[in-house]
């Protein structure tokens, strides 16, 4: 079970695949030259989108194409009142947070009414990287500690200090000297594995058990940071762990380990750019699902429908020490027409009850998976909350992950006009996470694409 | 001359000023409580705008302001073609880098047109802080060395790296332990200060002399550097010193500092997020005006008036060591709406001649505020390039900064209905600063506002 150089290589397209490509594809792929080799382009046959609606995506071509991957696009592609909300805020004015505007405060309030009272304070920027750099900031100088605890495959963002939080960036990126990392929850295999806890007799871990065991590895972690003179500053972790694989159940596990973060010091940060905003169907954050109030609440991506807009919320004695004494300013963070954006995304939410879609309809998914397991054994396990579903691809008989077979049925997949991607530390878990309007229809669209795929492959 | 404790404290608006204003001001600024204490206002009396349009902001009870601050608005609050274009795009598709896509594209290889040919590769990000970021990261990884060299009062970003190397923001800010300060290429008082150079018998600098001072303060950082054992990675400057104090001339000065920078083995790192995009009025970017090839070129705030968007250009060979071992993803970076927005701002500069526009009126403006001079001492010096121009107001009769009567220009000026701001080391230099499309009918406002200001304030 090797462990992949980097995640983000998992399904990429390389120069070397140009060759069948139709003329407009190869010319493009080429083009994107100009860009360097840093960035990654899905597929062997890259796709080639032009436009978007609800869960469905077009090509230029005119193709139509389901989408089980974009979460940015989280009240569905193109939302006519997103649209509207931008063009009119843009068409106004869009200035900064210097000036006072009624958007960001009204927004402000009504982001924070949806979390536990006590995270009472809110800082806006443009991507879930800035989040994460400022909240670590925020809580070294409030911890007075450095050290911050990720998980093994984690992914919490591109900026110098985030990137070396974000093991999953492979093996040639720096991680930083004072941060640790604990194994993932991965209730898939971590018993046997690592020493874990024993699941009951019928198979299922409970939240107490796994949560002293994950517990147990932050006190670890803890104690090494400490024998090379480093204190303690925050465990920073998404509470779904998705880019580890998908990691929601127990419900619960968690309680244990912020209490042991809280007890040695630090302070937790709650990486909402993937659980949050309905996602998971059971709560608007993900915290919430697991029970726990965090000290920090960091989101990106869904948070206002592809313009670039992040969060940081805190307590207010967390967030203190730090922008007390420094100014802060983010020139579009917070301005005008990104609120205007992400007030139209939190309206849509309510209105069309994007948490209860997420609830039922991921229920009617994670069904509909599962009832494939039976005919295809290389399906090893479904696990998930609300639209964010992991489907482990393994050696049938085994849990020994099958990367390779997970991405020739991604290839399939996008071939039978579904796009999605994979996950996990050994890159073979699909990672089905669709806009949250995705619909029972959609379910079975995408269940007889990925019947067709599995007969295609042949398993 | 006491050096602030922060560059940003300069005219922000406190609590204890709050008497006074009308309800609704008080309202919003008591609101703001929720935003925490990083975030400044700007002025005594904060303003509240709901409206902008060229170089002209409303206030929510109709009044209008002239704006000389404001350069993310660089073709014109809400220009029309850049309102079509988002709205347009926004309606039609927005997803991000992993698919293909003509705007990305058409966009990289049109601003990559402005440049010189040896920057040949371009990286989108979604601010400012994000390009900086990147940009340390590849000169570190291309160089193999830590250190980086800035400005005394140089500000390059709000990330945890980027932070560290903003000493503009004040002594609560930890720098990096890496980085080194050079004395601001300081025309008016550096010679008398720093042990500099001699101004000819007119009292000017050659650009020879002048760059030769700078350069030996390159060489001293990067000998106490290699005494720390730090090895030179970059120099990072804005090449017209904006937060330092507006330091355009002598034109050409930066030719031998560049070249000691190569010499002891660095990088250049331009920071455009002020010069560029035709501010200075006589090239596209600042560093052109310098007549210097950069080796990485960052931008961000002007280049699409408003939306989340910025840049990493770099020489192939500086990108490659980075960019051929290590993925970057930044999930809104450009996506189709900030490229569709970035590509309408530089088909209005072209379409408009923004830099013909900010040469013209930007030597009218420079001129106008020079014959102010002569009947008000206060006045320092008048100095900038195309439509940055800085103006520094001191004691009568002396060199010596006199940032309270700066501050108290400033907030005369916004009672007069013009904004504009200050920077510099004492923070006593007026940021003139305006959108590229102020006009003259906009200089004979300011200059009548200006002028009624001294006269109001008896200076």
Not at 21 to 26: E, G, K, M, V, Y
Not at 69 to 83: D, E, I, K, L
Request: aromatic share 8%; charged share 20%.
């Amino acid at each position: 079970m090797a462990t992949r150089s980097t995640i983000m290589d998992t399904n990429s397209f390389r120069p070397d695949m140009a060759q069948g490509l139709d003329r407009t594809t190869r010319r493009l792929t080429e083009e994107r030259g100009v860009l360097g080799p840093a960035y990654r382009l899905f597929y062997r046959r890259p796709v080639h989108l032009v436009k978007g609606r609800g869960s469905h995506v077009w090509d230029a071509d005119g193709v139509e194409y389901l989408d089980v991957y974009n979460n940015v696009a989280s009240v569905g592609h193109c939302h006519p009142r997103v649209v509207d909300a931008i063009a009119a805020q843009a068409s106004a004015l869009n200035t900064h947070t210097r000036y006072l505007h009624e958007n960001i405060l009204h927004y402000a309030q009504d982001i924070l009414s949806t979390m536990p009272r006590e995270l009472d304070r809110v800082m806006f920027q443009c991507t879930g990287s800035e989040a994460n750099d400022l909240a670590v900031r925020v809580a070294r100088t409030y911890t007075g500690g450095e050290g911050v605890i990720v998980t093994h495959e984690a992914y919490h963002g591109n900026s110098a200090l985030t990137s070396g939080l974000s093991p999953a960036l492979g093996t040639a990126q720096t991680l930083g000297l004072s941060m640790r990392m604990i194994p993932a929850p991965d209730t898939y295999r971590v018993g046997a594995q690592d020493g874990g806890p024993s699941p009951d007799s019928s198979g299922r871990w409970s939240a107490e058990s796994f949560g002293a065991w994950m517990a147990d590895g932050i006190r670890r972690a803890v104690a090494d940071m400490e024998r090379h003179g480093i204190a303690f500053a925050a465990f920073l972790a998404d509470s779904i762990f998705s880019s580890d694989g998908v990691y929601p159940d127990p419900a619960g596990y968690l309680q244990p380990v912020i209490d042991t973060v809280h007890e040695l010091g630090g302070v937790w940060i709650a990486d909402e750019v993937q659980p949050g905003f309905t996602r998971t169907g059971d709560a608007f954050w993900g915290f919430q699902r697991q029970g726990i109030v965090p000290d920090i609440v960091t989101s990106g991506k869904p948070m206002a429908n592809g313009l670039p807009t992040s969060l940081m919320a805190a307590r207010h004695e967390v967030l203190e020490p730090f922008a007390g004494s420094i100014p802060y300013f983010n020139t579009f963070g917070g301005n005008p027409v990104c609120m205007a954006a992400a007030q139209a995304v939190l309206d849509v939410m309510r209105d069309e009850d994007t948490m209860g879609n997420s609830r039922r309809v991921g229920a009617v998914f994670k069904d509909a998976l599962l009832a494939l397991q039976s005919g295809h054994p290389c399906i090893g396990d479904v696990r998930g909350a609300g639209l964010y579903i992991g489907c482990e691809i393994v050696t049938p008989g085994t849990r020994l992950p099958d990367q390779s077979t997970a991405l020739d049925i991604l290839e399939t997949l996008r071939m039978n006009h579904v796009l999605t991607s994979v996950c996990g530390r050994y890159g073979n878990v699909l990672k089905l996470r669709p806009p949250l309007v995705f619909s029972d229809d959609d379910v079975d669209l995408f269940i007889n694409a990925m019947t067709t795929t599995l007969e295609t492959l042949g398993v």
